[in-house]
């Protein structure tokens, strides 16, 4: 069982939306990360067919998917950022109508539906107009329809959105479980959905691929970059305006535990050093922290409004923030020279790809809403 993605690209106008994208997934959890307008949105439905690419070819254990046709269907489970149902669809209409389009032979929808209501916890709003559902449980039936027919290949686009916490947790078990003889690619933002059960994560940035490896291959790439001290609390503010602070934890001395990026031990101490008297030195010395998926993502995106371990949203400092407190303007060319050289010399097996675009976008460039379509 393998998926090739070999060397695809797509456009609209004069956005390259993909940039000759190569992957072979095999079976196990594969997590695709990347900011808003990295392009996997769009490499995501090019794989379940929606789209075609314009250069380069989708292959599913050697054939072509478009060849495939109702076959790629029957193997094939699709969860979009945003599904389209009817307004008057209840739950059990709508799964009904996902079984039939999925070729689900009709004595053996029922028996499904109702595992997967178990399964879910959606029991007792079967027979409920999917409209006034939670955005959580609308997020459910959608989990439901993706798993209708016990895909080989499963793709899902920010599959937890909505979720809250112990939600996500149960989801996360149980895709685990379903991916043991399967492929399962998922898109997300929160990087814990993924850091602890993908069997390896890709990394898209501007179009194209630019790292692939697991967790543990992955997080290197930010080895040394990654620091953690305690401060008093009145200089918390100077270094969520100079740094790139990751967590904060109050302690009970009234001191803050502060984890924050860095590109190296000057950069991270240069705080340290500046103020009057003892309060330079008030708290401990910064020292490394062991790096997590976040971290790097943090790294790489810097801008994005990234996810915490429960999912929350936190706005980090740019590093235009950076050069205008600092006056360190050559801040963003030397990161990103760090960044293409960690890549360059990152040790074991993690695959990375340098890519120079310009401007693209992927997401939004269609200029079509998501949803309305499932295969």
Not at 45 to 52: H, L, N, P, Q
Request: neutral net charge; charged residues 25%.
């Amino acid at each position: 069982m393998e998926l090739q993605i070999d060397h695809i690209s797509k456009s609209f106008k004069d956005k390259r939306a993909v940039d000759g994208v190569s992957m072979t997934l095999t079976p196990g959890v594969w997590g695709l990360l990347g900011a808003n307008g990295a392009g996997k949105t769009t490499l995501m439905r090019m794989i379940a067919g929606i789209m075609e690419p314009d250069a380069g070819q989708i292959r599913y254990d050697g054939l072509p998917i478009g060849t495939l046709k109702g076959r790629y269907r029957e193997i094939f489970g699709y969860l979009p950022q945003e599904f389209g149902f009817y307004p008057e669809f209840t739950v059990k209409d709508y799964l009904e109508y996902a079984a039939a389009l999925k070729g689900l032979p009709v004595r053996d929808t029922k028996r499904r539906i109702m595992e997967l209501l178990e399964m879910l916890s959606l029991s007792d709003v079967y027979r409920k107009k999917i409209v006034k559902l939670s955005g959580g449980m609308k997020r459910r039936v959608g989990i439901a329809q993706a798993l209708l027919n016990e895909p080989e290949l499963l793709i899902m686009d920010e599959p937890t959105s909505g979720l809250d916490p112990g939600e996500r947790v149960r989801f996360r078990n149980l895709l685990s479980e379903f991916a043991k003889d399967r492929i399962v690619l998922i898109s997300t933002h929160i990087v814990s959905d993924v850091e602890y059960i993908a069997t390896r994560n890709a990394v898209m940035k501007d179009g194209g691929l630019i790292a692939e490896g697991t967790t543990e291959e992955l997080v290197k790439l930010v080895d040394g970059k990654v620091w953690q001290c305690v401060i008093s609390a009145e200089r918390l503010p100077e270094y969520e305006r100079r740094l790139r602070v990751v967590n904060l934890r109050n302690e009970a001395d009234g001191r803050v535990s502060v984890r924050y990026l860095a590109e190296n031990a000057g950069e991270a101490m240069a705080l340290r050093m500046t103020g009057a008297g003892a309060e330079a030195n008030a708290g401990t010395a910064p020292i490394p922290a062991a790096p997590r998926l976040e971290d790097l993502y943090l790294w790489l995106f810097p801008q994005d409004m990234a996810h915490d371990a429960t999912g929350e949203q936190r706005k980090l400092v740019t590093d235009q923030h950076l050069a205008d407190s600092s006056g360190r303007e050559q801040v963003q060319a030397a990161k990103a020279s760090s960044l293409e050289g960690g890549f360059r010399g990152a040790a074991g097996t993690v695959r990375t790809r340098g890519q120079a675009a310009s401007d693209r976008d992927s997401d939004s460039a269609s200029g079509q809403k998501k949803g309305g379509r499932n295969a």
